[in-house]
């Protein structure tokens, strides 16, 4: 198991970027703002509108239910999207 994101704070390490997010929201009572403030936090953000959010998740299901793009499919695949 890879450890990729460490907690600014303590050193704690975490697999993935919601698993450090919710950490410092918990374990150190930080704001919303104060814990995406950890460079590392990873930003996903739509090239068509410009839409930002922090789970890959939302982005997926953002491109598939308001631009109708499938982000694994062929096609977008082969046209760059």
């Known amino acids: 198991m890879a450890w990729k994101w460490s907690c600014d704070v303590c050193s704690r390490q975490f697999t993935t970027s919601q698993g450090l997010f919710l950490h410092k929201r918990l374990a150190h009572q930080m704001t ?28 997926y299901r953002h491109m598939r239910m308001i631009h109708g793009i499938e982000p694994f499919s062929e096609e977008s695949a082969s046209s760059g999207k």
Not at 39 to 54: A, D
Request: aromatic share 14%; net charge positive.
């Open 32 to 59: 919303v703002e104060q814990a995406r403030a950890n460079p590392l936090v990873q930003v996903w953000q739509c090239k068509i509108c410009k839409s930002k959010t922090y789970y890959a998740s939302s982005y």
